[in-house]
């Protein structure tokens, strides 16, 4: 007497918390007939003793953002300040700890969040909002862990792009099109992931992220464009013009100059002329910003090592 063969399928096993699996098994005397049970995610986690959002690798998907730490931000009793950094329940930047794979990942000098994880490679996002187990350290507010994927039993390769390069990426004194520029953003991403050939215990996973953007701080408002001249040091040139006798790059005293304001006395510096000023839409130059984001990992299967006959 046994019971039928079972085989649950789409179960989900959060990190940290302990998944429950209700099933019922058929009894037979002999071999039963297959059942595929379909779990369904519970409306809260049983085994959580604390306040716990989990956020799966669809979900993360299907979200119009990306970065763990924008995902994270999303949740209840979460901030973000302008700088980027999130406060959790009103705690400091630096008490929330931040975790990929098991490892602490917070910058030592500011303990705030250091680097990133291409959007591709994740596959869940826990956030724990006190009331954290003693494993955790370095921590006062929350609690940010990232699993990444793993490789699986055949080659996988997954590839995204993203753009806004077929808008006009020309500043223009025009605010006819507030939301319609291109500011640059190009993101590119690929994974790829499988058994090792020849070794098939072992499982690889890897992936890269490229994110270029021309302006990083984008606006739809307008910006002030400065249309003077220039020195040498690309400093605008404010000052009274004077000859520069002893050619030292500074104006002394008994050198020649134009006394532009009429106050008898040299100016190193003047008011702008409000016609050298103009104010333009679209992308801010001298504003760009390129970041690459990489992860990787080895998976070793060693249960055809370890079975028992």
């Known amino acids: 007497i046994g019971y039928a063969k079972l085989i649950a399928k789409n179960v989900r096993v959060a990190s940290d918390l302990t998944t429950k699996l209700d099933i019922s098994m058929k009894a037979s005397t002999v071999e039963g007939d297959l059942i595929i049970v379909n779990a369904e995610k519970p409306l809260f986690e049983r085994g959580a003793t604390n306040e716990v959002r989990v956020v799966q690798s669809d979900q993360i998907q299907n979200l119009p953002i990306r970065g763990y730490s924008n995902v994270a931000a ?31 990942v917070n910058n030592p000098y500011d303990l705030g969040r250091s680097g990133d994880v291409p959007t591709l490679a994740m596959d869940e996002i826990s956030m724990q909002i006190g009331g954290f187990g003693a494993e955790y350290g370095d921590a006062n507010a929350g609690i940010v862990n990232v699993t990444t994927k793993t490789g699986g039993e055949k080659l996988n390769f997954s590839m995204e792009a993203f753009t806004d390069g077929f808008l006009p990426s020309d500043p223009t004194t025009e605010n006819d099109k507030p939301f319609a520029y291109s500011y640059g953003d190009n993101i590119l991403s690929a994974t790829i992931g499988g058994p090792v050939p020849g070794a098939d215990f072992i499982r690889y996973f890897g992936s890269v992220e490229q994110k270029m ?40 005293s008994g050198e020649e100059y134009i006394d532009a304001d009429g106050n008898g006395t040299y100016q190193p510096y003047l008011a702008v002329d409000d016609s050298l000023i103009e104010f333009m839409y679209g992308p801010k130059a001298d504003n760009f910003q390129n970041t690459t984001s990489m992860n990787g990992n080895l998976l070793f299967n060693l249960q055809p090592f370890t079975s028992l006959a």
């Open 213 to 252: 953007m021309s302006d990083a701080d984008p606006s739809s408002g307008s910006f002030a464009v400065y249309n003077g001249d220039f020195d040498d040091t690309g400093t605008p040139v404010t000052a009274e013009t004077f000859t520069d006798a002893n050619n030292n790059g500074a104006y002394d």
């Open 74 to 104: 999303m949740q209840t009793g979460v901030v973000e300040d302008e700088d980027g950094n999130i406060h959790v329940r009103g705690g400091r930047s630096d008490e929330t700890a931040f975790y990929v794979d098991g490892v602490y």
